[in-house]
């Protein structure tokens, strides 16, 4: 079954840039989508078809994906931005999600 | 505004069956899928499954086939999503979401239904 890889944790100073990584086996010829979940809520898209971002979600939020990675950038992480991050792509009509990641800004 | 209200929280012995309800607003029903995603308590987001409400068609992740049945009434603008055969691994909120548009990203997400499995 297909696999999305992301690391468990990631750290970012306020103010600098954090990036996310989400892994997995041509995932450049798919659609990555990203999702933010702070605790006790439910997820909400901030990317979607790779690069797009919903109405009302900040600039700040970005993605690209390539080859085997897509990757979420939070550009000037402000500290409402820690939270878990999951991308999610499609494969063979399945949904598929990373393990999700933990930003920690500090 | 798009909103989706899932039904409350439930408690069920293992080998019992459980159905959640998800009533969507805002939008016409019959024109996006729904997803149904869970999530373990401490855990990552896990796909159950989908459902096309306006023509039925489902399609179900591999590992809850045989297991879990989604439907919907388009008169109540409502779906549902039952699994049956629970074991205390399912204790997990389960979450509607709408998708939407090519590749079906769930843009709006229901408040989530925690299902508690226990003897």
């Known amino acids: 079954s297909y696999e999305l890889t992301q690391p468990p944790s990631v750290s970012v100073s306020p103010g600098q840039t954090a990036s996310i990584t989400c892994s997995g086996d041509?995932?450049?010829?798919?659609?990555a989508c990203w999702f933010q979940q702070k605790p006790g809520q439910s997820p909400v898209l901030v990317i979607y078809q790779d690069t797009k971002r919903p109405s009302g979600i900040p600039e700040r939020f970005s993605g690209s994906n390539s080859g085997n990675t897509a990757t979420l950038t939070i550009s000037g992480t402000q500290a409402m931005d820690e939270a878990d991050y999951y991308c999610q792509a499609w494969d063979s009509s399945s949904v598929v999600f990373g393990g999700g990641t933990k930003l920690t800004v500090l | 505004q798009v909103q989706l209200v899932q039904s409350g929280a439930e408690v069920k012995k293992p080998g019992a069956s459980v159905k959640v309800s998800c009533k969507a607003s805002g939008y016409t029903f019959t024109g996006y899928d729904m997803h149904w995603v869970r999530q373990a308590p401490g855990q990552g987001l896990e796909w159950v499954g989908w459902?096309?409400?306006?023509?039925?068609?489902?399609n179900y992740a591999q590992k809850f086939q045989g297991r879990v049945t989604m439907t919907a009434d388009t008169s109540i603008n409502t779906a549902y999503m039952e699994l049956s055969r629970l074991r205390s691994d399912d204790t997990a909120v389960y979450s509607c979401?709408?998708?939407?548009?090519?590749?079906?990203?769930?843009?709006?997400w229901g408040q989530g239904t925690l299902v508690t499995v226990s003897s």
């Open positions: 041509k995932l450049g010829d798919k659609y």
């Open positions: 979401a709408r998708g939407v548009g090519a590749t079906s990203a769930f843009d709006y």
């Open positions: 459902i096309n409400p306006n023509s039925g068609g489902t």
